[in-house]
């Protein structure tokens, strides 16, 4: 286990997988570097492929079961990663004795925004023992460096554009809300809520269908990392398959928060962009900094 | 024309009319009271029945064939109303040279968002002699006041909704992108963009229905004055199908900025809420004190 970069005893690391490709990539990417870990399939989200490792499916109110299996394995360090699209639905299940100790800071936080949902879990993972790490920790190459990705320079035309978006990012995450915009022209035309990126970005092609846009062409998406989010448990996150909704939304490229976004399969999220002719470019990490004009750009 | 309150010389006061209800119901409540009025029908927004009134329709970049309209009918007054879907489809039309001077100024405000826009109208307008008043004082009636609007008080699990989307309301009006939040619990679920409150609305249900909002009830659209926002043109509006939309999504009622929002067909628009059950409350107009605590409860 000497590549394991977190608990160099032996013990694996466990995987609190929720849905989407990342926990399928880093467990493939830890399987191939023979790294030992386990995963805890969340039910409803997490994909059916991580089945195929040393597994437990628990839903998120069944804390007893997960104890025991961390126990069991002798997990001391864990990674959230993937994304829980509902929330826990407390009506629905009986919770077990160990949860109902821990529930009232579940629900208290249940009815804040996701980072005070992801700090009462953490908070609880802490307090029992448990070392929480960053899927990036686990594999580095899962996060967006500072600089281009791709091939295709930002134009200058849309660098304005960046601008606004990242103050209008920074804004909206503040309000714990969402992490992503749309910008076109100056003009903020879309700001992520709990419906998430994606579709956020679909409505931006609806809109332009229609003409809500005007003729304006291009734009840009800026997701950057909310000033209270713990990027162990929630990093931004594109992939291969938001490069294709921008590249339908008409838009000039992708900004994201450099060293604090993860990128789901790099090598296709990168090609997608060079093959649509979408920039795809990684801002300076320092919040305070944040700006385009200190990227590459095509001058 | 006793009873008009901007212009006491008898001459016509211009209704500019984009889409939607207002314009057609501030048209026909001064036809009601007697007040000269002619109709400019903004084309592809405004809806046909103005035409039964004085009128002449046209694109936004025939400021000539607009000018001359005003100088025959005498118009010194001017009121903007209603929505302007599109934004101008410059590259379709052929500007006469009376827009043409004023290209430059039009094309800047394009880039940026709705108040840049309509800043630079209502200073052409203003530099060509014209004033412009809104349509509240042409008719208060459409105006939302402070306090309760309907028969249903604002439940108290509901204030800190009504103030957290106060806050995030304010933020996204700073950023000149739209006037509207949802709000369930403390969580800011929905933000208005370039799609508009009723599309945002459709929104949260879709995200209801398919269980991204977790379990929890009720909530909240909260609408403010942007604080940039000349509400002589572009006043936050509501109208029974808010109502009717906030309903669907099944929201507990409705906040708007009192003294600083239109309100569409008030009766109609409180029987809505009241049949729903849904709380409609004009919150106090000074945006610094703006809270659910000053404004009335069941409590």
Do not use: C
């Amino acid at each position: 286990m000497a590549g394991a970069p977190e608990d160099g005893s032996g013990a694996p690391i466990a995987i609190i997988a929720g849905g989407g490709q990342v926990p399928v990539h880093l467990a493939r990417s830890m399987a191939d570097r023979g790294l030992a870990f386990v995963v805890v399939m969340l039910k409803g989200d997490a994909d059916p492929a991580l089945a195929a490792y040393d597994h437990i499916a628990v839903n998120p109110v069944e804390l007893a079961r997960f104890k025991h299996f961390m126990l069991d394995r002798g997990v001391r360090t864990v990674t959230l990663v993937g994304s829980v699209r509902g929330r826990p639905d407390i009506g629905r299940f009986r919770p077990d004795w160990t949860t109902l100790r821990f529930i009232g800071r579940i629900v208290g936080a249940l009815g804040r925004g996701d980072d005070a949902l992801l700090r009462a879990v953490v908070g609880m993972m802490e307090d029992g023992g448990l070392k929480v790490v960053g899927a990036h920790e686990l594999e580095p190459d899962l996060v967006a460096p500072a600089g281009l990705l791709g091939s295709v320079a930002v134009p200058k035309g849309q660098r304005a554009s960046i601008d606004t978006g990242v103050a209008a990012a920074t804004t909206l995450g503040a309000l714990d809300a969402g992490q992503a915009v749309v910008v076109v022209g100056r003009r903020v035309v879309a700001l992520e809520g709990a419906e998430g990126t994606d579709a956020m970005i679909e409505r931006v092609a609806q809109l332009r269908a229609i003409g809500r846009l005007g003729r304006k062409k291009g734009g840009v998406l800026v997701k950057l990392r909310k000033p209270g989010q713990d990027i162990r448990v929630d990093m931004p996150t594109i992939g291969p398959q938001t490069v294709r909704h921008a590249a339908a939304a008409g838009l000039a490229g992708i900004a994201v928060h450099g060293e604090n976004t993860l990128v789901m399969d790099r090598a296709a999220t990168v090609e997608a962009a060079d093959r649509a002719g979408l920039f795809l470019v990684g801002l300076t990490p320092d919040p305070v900094a944040l700006t385009s004009g200190e990227g590459p750009d095509d001058g």
